[in-house]
C-alpha cells in the first residue's frame, strides 16, 4: 500500500483495480508493474482493451493524502508545480 500526500500544487490521479490488469498491457521483465498504454493519448489499434478498463480519477490538492491500496495501477500528472510525499508501507 501506498499513502500519496501532496504537500504543495495539484495532481490528478487516475486508479485502475488489478482486476483491470489484462485491459492494461503490462510491460514484460523487469518493468512488468508499468503498462504499454499511453493514458493521455491511447492507440487504440495496439490497445483496443483498454477502451474497456474502468478508474476512478481524483484531482489531489495541497494537505490532502491519497491512500493507494496495493496492486493498484496509478496514472499520475501534475496539473501545477507540486511536491508530493510517497509513503510505501507493508
Same mark, same amino acid.
Given at each position: ?23 492494461? /498491457? ?40 491519497? =491512500?493507494?491500496?496495493?496492486? /493498484?495501477?496509478? /496514472? ?10 510517497? =509513503?510505501? /508501507?507493508?
Amino acid at each position: 500500500p501506498n499513502l500519496l500526500c501532496q504537500v504543495a500544487g495539484e495532481k490528478y490521479i487516475r486508479l485502475f483495480s488489478p482486476s483491470e490488469t489484462p485491459l492494461l /498491457y503490462p510491460r514484460k521483465g523487469l518493468y512488468a508493474n508499468t503498462s504499454q498504454v499511453d493514458v493521455e493519448d491511447p492507440d487504440w489499434s495496439q490497445h483496443p482493451l483498454f477502451r474497456n478498463a474502468s478508474y476512478q480519477e481524483v484531482i489531489l490538492r495541497k494537505g490532502e493524502i491519497l =491512500f493507494i491500496p496495493d496492486g /493498484y495501477w496509478h /496514472y499520475v500528472k501534475s496539473l501545477t508545480k507540486s511536491i508530493s510525499v510517497n =509513503f510505501w /508501507y507493508s
